[in-house]
Nanobody
């Protein structure tokens, strides 16, 4: 059974940083592209970032580009999201997701698995 478990969320002041982590089990992690998505109350789920199975390619939403960095460690079956210069608009539940295959996707429906999420709250 596949499990994706996020951690690292919390409350942070505007301008601060957080590092989210997602631990994967039950799958051949190195064969999966991984993504981060977020959903704020009353809003649609939003793509944040994705990384290829090798870690050599990544893609970001315009709203987080130059502030967030996605990375992965295939030896540890983890994917991380370093978030800097946070602002109130970044407040949301953040989910990691896994998609078997080489292509990066922005549509969450194209991912095979998703975690339960971790709350990020940025106070202004």
């Amino acid at each position: 059974q596949v499990h994706l478990v996020e951690s690292g969320g919390g409350l942070v002041q505007a301008g601060g940083s957080l590092r989210l982590s997602c631990a994967a089990s039950g799958l051949t992690f190195s064969q999966y592209a991984m993504g981060w998505f977020r959903q704020a109350p009353g809003k649609e789920r939003e793509f944040v970032a994705a990384i290829s199975w090798s870690g050599l390619s990544s893609y970001y939403a315009d709203s987080v580009k130059d502030r967030f960095t996605i990375s992965r460690d295939n030896a540890k079956n983890t994917v991380a999201l370093q978030m800097n210069s946070l602002n109130a608009e970044d407040t949301a539940v953040y989910y990691c997701a896994g998609r078997q295959g080489r292509f990066l996707k922005q549509n969450a429906d194209e991912y095979d698995y998703r975690g339960q999420g971790t709350q990020v709250t940025v106070s202004s």
